[in-house]
């Protein structure tokens, strides 16, 4: 079946996620919602790195070795992270991305972001504690999350048990319900 480009673009431009078509990183095209759930207009977004979108530079680029990777492997990658709004407001969102070139994943893009905030409220967590948060969530084990950060498993371990503090739960079990939002 054949669609047509007004058809097409409709699609993108009202789907009721977040929508972004990347190029090296840079935005080239984003759909009305993903504007709203960061709190640009379009225009202030065309040409920016995705970097504005990071609460810090080294998310950014950690976050990008490890989307590298997944797209290098299967030409997918998804997460659920903490991004930043215009106005500076943290927020949890799920991420997933799709590569046109395996070999050069980050050469062309299309993701999809959705707004998790009604699910998941953000805790005040250091760069480094969301970092061990997004990959809990993933699933990964602390000897999995300590050699995707180059990190010790008893350092990770430190900042699970920083989390499980911050998060007022007793185990891992309780933090990946707070984690996830089902507590």
Not at 65 to 72: F, H, I
Not at 86 to 108: E, I, M, V, Y
Not at 153 to 164: H, V
Request: glycine content about 8%; some cysteine.
């Amino acid at each position: 079946m054949d669609i047509d480009h007004d058809t097409a673009m409709l699609g993108f431009t009202m789907a009721p996620v977040g929508l972004v078509v990347t190029r090296e990183r840079i935005i080239t095209a984003c759909n009305d919602e993903f504007c709203s759930m960061f709190g640009y207009r379009q225009a202030d977004m065309m040409g920016k790195m995705m970097s504005m979108l990071y609460p810090s530079t080294r998310e950014f680029v950690e976050t990008g070795r490890l989307g590298r990777e997944g797209l290098m492997k299967t030409g997918r990658y998804m997460d659920e992270r903490i991004m930043r709004k215009q106005d500076g407001t943290l927020f949890w969102c799920r991420a997933r991305g799709h590569t046109a070139d395996r070999a050069n994943p980050f050469s062309k893009c299309v993701w999809s972001f959705a707004d998790l905030s009604d699910a998941r409220p953000v805790v005040e967590l250091t760069a480094r504690e969301r970092q061990v948060a997004m990959l809990l969530v993933q699933g990964q084990v602390t000897k999995d999350i300590a050699r995707s950060l180059n990190l010790s498993p008893r350092t990770i371990e430190i900042y699970r048990g920083n989390l499980l503090k911050k998060f007022g739960v007793r185990n891992g079990t309780e933090l990946l319900a707070a984690l996830s939002g089902a507590m």
